[in-house]
């Protein structure tokens, strides 16, 4: 018994015409007739009622029809799934991040990618929110990580975690003799910061809002490693993720500060809700989520 006289079968079941089941399976309408005889003769009993004027199924061939239905189905799936497989090892992982993300969250687990699918190609674009979520929209890209939810019906959210926020200050500087900062200890101070409009920018005013600190922003840049930078050359404070404060302070040229509170940015992924998810980019995903610096969310 094979899966091809299945489906034809079901197709017949379906249409009650030998003639319309075969032109479905490419097949003659005398091959047709075979296919279900040689399945009358694996089950011992007669599936079709057959009549001039259409054929209708016996009680043991609905059995059949049903059952048959659904293996072919499963089949279905199985096919799909192992071509996917086979694609994703293969295949090309577009992917659009933040730049605090793409370099310091994203690497390893690129990596760990890699060694597991080595013929796949991976590429990283970074940008901006709006320029990551336009990316994605327009099938630019297959995933973007991004640190804010965007209101969009187009785009399936993932929530990964939560990063923890630090000071980071100049070596030397009097609040980087401290363990953990309190967010009082932050008032007056000067800052390097995010351009209002972007969305960590906004996150760190709302929480420094809550705590009531005012502090002075002498210097607006587009993005994080702009700001790192500019800490270094002793332009002021910021707050940064960890895992950005870390590599700095490994290298002498910035020291980093926990802050009590509530100091944490989301880390999301969003990707199309239409375009269906490759075994790569699921594993991408809980290697981002399973990162020992994000914080569950």
């Known amino acids: 018994m094979q899966l091809e006289s299945l489906k034809a079968f079901c197709d017949l079941a379906e249409t009650r015409s030998f003639t319309r089941a075969a032109e479905i399976n490419d097949i003659t309408q005398s091959a047709m007739s075979q296919a279900v005889s040689g399945l009358e003769r694996h089950f011992k009993t007669p599936l079709i009622e057959r009549s001039k004027r259409n054929s209708r199924l016996t009680r043991e061939g609905e059995i059949l ?52 699918l080595p013929k796949l190609k991976v590429s990283v674009a970074y940008g901006s929110a709006a320029q990551i979520i336009e990316k994605v929209r327009a099938n630019n890209a297959d995933v973007g990580f991004l640190t804010n939810v965007p209101a969009d019906a187009a785009l399936e959210v993932v929530r990964l975690g939560r990063e923890s926020l630090v000071l980071i200050c100049p070596p030397g500087h009097p609040l980087g003799k401290f363990k953990t900062v309190k967010p009082k200890q932050l008032a007056g101070e000067n800052f390097i910061s995010l351009r209002p409009r972007l969305p960590t920018r906004r996150l760190l005013d709302q929480i420094l809002k809550t705590n009531e600190v005012t502090v002075k922003h002498v210097l607006e840049l587009d993005n994080l490693q702009t700001v790192k930078s500019a800490v270094e050359a002793e332009s002021g404070l910021a707050i940064v993720p960890e895992t950005m404060a870390m590599d700095g302070a490994e290298g002498g040229s910035l020291e980093w500060v926990s802050l009590e509170g509530n100091f944490f940015r989301p880390v999301v992924a969003i990707r199309r809700k239409k375009r269906p998810a490759t075994p790569a980019l699921k594993e991408l995903l809980k290697q981002v989520k399973d990162l020992p610096c994000l914080v569950a969310a």
């Open 65 to 116: 029809y049903q059952s048959a239905k659904e293996m072919l189905e499963t089949f279905t799936v199985l096919q799909s799934a192992i071509k996917e497989v086979k694609k994703a090892a293969a295949g090309h992982l577009r992917v659009a991040a933040l730049y605090s993300i793409g370099m310091y969250l994203l690497p390893p687990c690129l990596n760990r990618l890699s060694q597991s």
